[in-house]
């Protein structure tokens, strides 16, 4: 009213005209709040806030959602039974869960982001014409998916003669994912696994004619791949999600594993809502919160 204008020719201005049209006869009237935008069926809409790319599920596939056009892009197929979907920015990709467990996008493809765990294989002499030294020599191997190993398979053992030649039956690869194998393998009589070799995927049999130069120690034994689960959130370099009134915890910095023994924490209620922050987490119970203090999974102490 204070810019309203008298005389012959009356009139209000405007100086900062929000949420509001202009009809064509120069009325205000209030803008509506909601309008269709599309008539295609999105749920579990969730837009990066660091890509601002938009994902959606729809019709029990993943998509990705161009929101100026509402058309969408097949990122993954039956990936849901009816469950939401959960997302996540980590290093750059973003990482979803949903009921068929956890998935990563990298800006051009999707795939799932853990790796299964290869079975154990099986070790045996093929011959007298190696150089293996007398001795027990255990031996394990993991699935590479790209730079992503998987945990590593139970070991193996074979009690070797002087000169023998070991042979090596790998598993049955069951993950489409994984592109190499990587073994590991003790000195004789020894205990600790270590990088003994990288091979195809599609190498079925490994001879062993002599003990190679070992390298590092097996990083991921006893370590499963990471679970799926409700409200996924990152905090202090772990993935977390929950399951029922479980929260489940990644390897620090390798969010693709698990460690089943140790990385959850239970909860007396059915968790509703899982919010980090620097010096905790607020877990959200049927009827209160809790805050767990802390700045390590080791050290989480509850408060009501």
Not at 106 to 133: E, F, Q
Not at 237 to 264: K, Q, W, Y
Request: proline share 4%; charged share 20%; hydrophobic share 40%.
């Amino acid at each position: 009213t204070a810019l309203e204008r008298g005389g012959d020719s009356a009139a209000i201005f405007f100086r900062d005209a929000l949420n509001v049209d202009f009809t064509a006869s120069g009325q205000l009237q209030l803008r509506q709040g909601v309008a269709r935008v599309t008539s295609v069926q999105y749920q579990c809409l969730w837009q990066s806030p660091l890509h601002k790319d938009c994902f959606a599920l729809h019709e029990n596939s993943w998509v990705k959602v161009n929101p100026e056009t509402w058309q969408h892009e097949v990122l993954a197929h039956n990936i849901s039974d009816g469950g939401e979907l959960f997302h996540q920015v980590v290093n750059n990709r973003v990482v979803m869960a949903c009921d068929a467990g956890l998935y990563a996008y990298d800006g051009k493809a999707a795939g799932k982001m853990t790796v299964d765990t290869p079975a154990s294989p099986y070790a045996y002499t093929s011959g007298a014409n190696g150089s293996i030294s007398q001795g027990k020599y255990h031996f394990a191997v993991s699935w590479l998916s790209g730079q992503m190993e998987s945990a590593l398979s139970e070991t193996c053992m074979l009690d070797a003669r002087d000169g023998a030649e070991i042979a090596l039956q790998l598993p049955y690869c069951t993950d489409a994912n994984a592109d190499a194998v990587r073994l590991y393998m003790t000195e004789p009589h020894g205990s600790e696994l270590q990088f003994a070799g990288e091979y195809p995927i599609g190498q079925h049999v490994i001879s062993i004619i002599s003990v190679p130069d070992l390298g590092r120690a097996a990083q991921f034994q006893h370590l499963s791949p990471m679970c799926t689960g409700r409200h996924l959130r990152l905090w202090r370099g772990r993935l977390i999600c929950c399951r029922m009134n479980v929260i489940h915890f990644s390897e620090p910095m390798a969010f693709h594993l698990t460690d089943e023994r140790c990385n959850f924490v239970q909860m007396p209620q059915r968790i509703t809502f899982l919010e980090p922050v620097d010096s905790g987490l607020w877990v959200g119970q049927v009827d209160h919160a809790v805050f767990l203090r802390g700045t390590d999974l080791k050290e989480l102490s509850a408060e009501i």
